[in-house]
């Protein structure tokens, strides 16, 4: 371990400009799920991470969505209303609830956190309720912006931060959100690191951690450490199912106000916050419209009945790259995309050997090529390049049938075996194509022996549950960054998250129900070696330490292939030329940012 040093707010930023490197424009996640990011990291997706960003996507048979009009309150003028088309409509907006980057795209229109990424940037932290911050060993200190207040008139203070916490991650809390309702992202963003939080004084943060932690003030950008109103989580009532309502009538200092959702039109609408503390908003509405079908989507960006969409799948982008009356925008992403093995319950998956033979087996470069059409390259570790700690000297698995049929004659299986792959069905932009992909996957491995049977889902968050519970034997899965540090990939998805003494002796994989189990690591790997490298980077503040840690640990990722690495992929939007120029920025971390949007 690094000895103990202090990271102040200017050092910080200049961290954050060789953590993750400029990410160049080409022509928006998330998520968790998360992590937006992302735009948020879905795991979430993966996230959804999604982060994470990304359409959840639900696909109901006949693949449209029936649409009304949005009511812009009584006389509003339509061009005051941005509308931004999506592939799915969750009913719950609790940022302490989903990792799904749908939810994200909408809370963060509605919440603050206390740091934020810079718009266009791939990661680089600026002021938002914070104005200044700084990490000094195992002390976080952070001086709040004042006259600052919620959509509910409560002016904002570090007690309303205390409160967030607590009903986050403190059991013993009167609101504590309750276990069964929280999402995945309480422990990993906040509850693991934090001994106490000091509020004592209104406009400044005293936060104690349990140990030195590199990423914690990325962490607090998150779209997961969003601040909630104390006032309301007080008005919510008791921990657990009272805490839940919360999501339908969610309240922030953001520059947008939660003001309708419509469940029966899958709809929500905005509007402009004219308190907001910072830039914008420039329209007075925002209208989140569901979409369900990718083509149709789009089509509804080229005719001018939305502004924005996401999630396009190759025919989608190509489309509103020829329109003449839209624009694809393209950066650079910071995700990844994958196939994971569920160690946990396959036996076949707990031998390495089978593992790697099905990663010479599936053609990566014809998947990326071929179904996503060159807006992805192929991936050979968990971290994707632009990341501090991607580890340059990798290849891709190249395909390799004779080399995958050793290799399972080597293991015992040269006779094959049967199993099953999870996948879902609607675009993601880590895999835009998942019903295409999957057969690919299932014709590659029929090649050598293996039968493979594609378990489709409809919908993305039955999807994750099914997941999350490990109920799979593989699954197709991906994550954009939450905070563009690695330990967003590398901790987050194959750490998980136990005690080593739980990893019995001679075996790299432990099952779900073990104490402390994190459940985004859906390939249940838990080799000893890699989690003892990420978890002493993470407590490591010289950046140079930290990269050879990271560029080591991608190195056992990458041998022994708990996933198929599939792609890093672009960020890719679609923009009506109703869009002011340049008023709309992509981002592969945070957002979107809507609130310097303008339409003509």
Sequence with gaps: ???????????????????????????????????QT???????????????????????????????EPDDGGGGDVSGTLVYARGDHPENYDPQQTTSGEVAKVTNQVFDTLIQFAPGSGGQLEDALATDYSLDGTTATLELREGVTFHNGEEFTASDFKATY????????????????????????????IESVDDSEDYSLTIELQQQYAPFLRNLAMFAAAVLSKAQ????????????????????????????????????????????????????????????????????????????????????????????????????????????????????????RVRRAVSHAVNTEAIVDQIYQGFATQADQPLPPDVLGHNDDLEPYPQDKDQAQSLLEEAGYGDGFEFELATFSNPRGYNPSPIQTANQVKSDLEDIGLSVNINQFSTFSPYLDYTDQGRHDACFLGWYTDNADPDNFLYVLLDPKVSMDAVPDGQDWVSFDTEGYSTLNVSAWANTDYMEIVREAQQTYDEGERESMYVEANRIAHDEAPWVFVDYAETLRAINEAVVEDSYTVSSVGGPYLNTVEIQ
């Excluded at 607590?166 to 690191?193: A, I």
């Excluded at 003001?259 to 329209?283: H, K």
């Design 233 to 352: 989580i007080e008005e919510m009532g008791a921990s657990g199912d009272d805490q839940v309502s919360l999501g339908t009538q969610p309240v922030g200092t953001g520059p947008f106000a939660f003001d309708q959702l419509d469940n029966p039109n899958s709809r929500i609408r905005l509007t402009a916050n004219e308190e907001f503390w910072g830039d914008g908003p420039n329209v007075a509405n925002v209208v989140f419209k569901t979409i369900q079908e990718n083509s149709t989507r789009v089509q509804d960006v080229i005719n001018g009945d939305s502004h924005v969409t996401d999630n396009l799948d190759s025919d989608g982008f190509q489309r509103a790259d020829s329109s003449g009356s839209a624009t694809l925008l393209r950066k650079n992403g910071i995700n990844v995309g994958y196939m994971a093995f569920n160690m946990a319950r396959r036996e076949e998956f707990r031998d390495r």
């Design 38 to 68: 992302t735009e948020p990291g879905d795991g979430a997706d993966g996230g959804d991470g999604d982060g994470g960003d990304g359409g959840d996507g639900t696909d109901d048979g006949d693949g449209d969505t029936e649409q009304t």
């Design 166 to 193: 607590q009903r986050f991650t403190q059991s013993d809390y009167d609101y504590y959100l309750g276990d069964e309702n929280r999402s995945g992202y309480g422990p990993f963003t906040l509850g693991n690191w």
């Design 1 to 35: 371990m690094s000895p103990e040093r202090s990271i102040d707010r200017r050092k910080f930023l200049t961290l954050a400009g060789s953590t993750a490197a400029t990410v160049t424009v080409a022509g928006c996640g998330g998520g968790g799920d998360g992590a």
